[in-house]
């Protein structure tokens, strides 16, 4: 999306009108965060920003995975408003997206994916994350695990030795709890044929 320069003008101003009057964003950084919750945003070079966020420590310095990345230039990474109730920076990051608008939605020039202010209003993905989705999926068994899934993931266990504080806590969970006829009819087969300590004395073959 290009932007001439009456409409670079027209992003510029909120941004310049929240700031007028604010001490020099340069004192925060990833070290010395602002304080409480805020809202922040990347700016191009052109001084219009291309991301909107909200934060709370150093949430504005540090991006990971397939999130938006941040500017080069530090001093391109500025605070809006500081010090802020959660709700505060939500409403805040939410009408500042509104106004810019979103280039995957086609209102705007930023780079946002959402609408704001919970993370997920508004959400669009693309076709190719969709796939990829998809794709990713492929082959699994996403109902009930099938009786050979159960017998490799008993397999994998055996040879893992719990600790004593993980037994106990198994035990004091089950401490209370009626086991239904299936279960007891269950363990009672189990244990047919299998004397008491002879687990012990298993000679490896």
Known sequence: MLINKCESRRYQRPLTLMLQGAISMTIYSKSNPP?????????????????????????????????????????????????????????????????YGRKDSGTGILRN?????????????STETIEKMRNSMLGKNIGPQSVEHKINAANARRGIKQSQEHIQARVNACKGKPRSDEVKLKISMSKIGIKRGSHKNKINT
């Open 35 to 99: 304080i409480g919750f805020y809202v922040y945003a990347y700016l191009r070079e052109d001084g219009t920003p291309y991301y909107i966020g909200k934060g709370m420590g150093d949430r504005a310095w540090y991006k990971a995975g397939t999130e938006v990345g941040k500017p080069v230039d530090s001093n391109k990474i500025i605070i809006i408003e500081q010090n802020l109730t959660e709700l505060g920076s939500l409403a805040i990051e939410r009408r500042l997206i509104r106004w």
């Open 113 to 125: 994916l959402t609408d704001g202010g919970d993370g997920t209003s508004g959400n669009k993905r």
